[in-house]
């Protein structure tokens, strides 16, 4: 089992920042990609930002210049640092892996999601 933990949401006015931290734990080999979707209320989950094992980067378009992924602690923690927040960043964001795990001999892909952290930009 893989496990991801998001912390580092929060209440900030609009043109602040905040950084969310996710770390990835349990029956871990190898993370592929790991990265940063979004649900706001009524909408459907969208990516945000995402990061792979070679540090290629995709946004989208509405971060693009305010946000910034990364990967630490070994490649299993990623970041994401938001500046320049706006009302319309406004939702639940939520920390997402994908990789191999190993565990007792059987090895096998995961696609794992955590819990999510709110976020919440006031005008």
């Known amino acids: 089992q893989v496990q991801l933990v998001e912390s580092g949401g929060g209440l900030v006015q609009a043109g602040g920042s905040l950084r969310l931290s996710c770390a990835a734990s349990?029956?871990?080999?190898?993370?592929?990609?790991m990265g940063w979707y979004r649900q706001a209320p009524g909408k459907q989950r969208e990516l945000v930002a995402a990061?792979?094992?070679?540090?290629?980067?995709n946004y989208a378009e509405s971060v693009k210049g305010r946000f910034t992924v990364s990967r630490g602690g070994a490649g299993n923690t990623v970041y994401l640092q938001m500046n320049s927040l706006k009302p319309e960043d406004t939702a639940v964001y939520f920390c997402?892996?994908?990789?191999?795990?190993?565990?007792?001999?059987?090895?096998?892909?995961?696609?794992?999601w955590g819990p999510g952290t709110q976020v919440t930009v006031s005008s």
């Open positions: 997402n892996a994908q990789g191999t795990y190993a565990n007792v001999g059987l090895l096998g892909p995961f696609h794992s």
């Open positions: 349990g029956s871990i080999l190898s993370i592929n990609a």
């Open positions: 990061i792979t094992n070679g540090g290629s980067t």
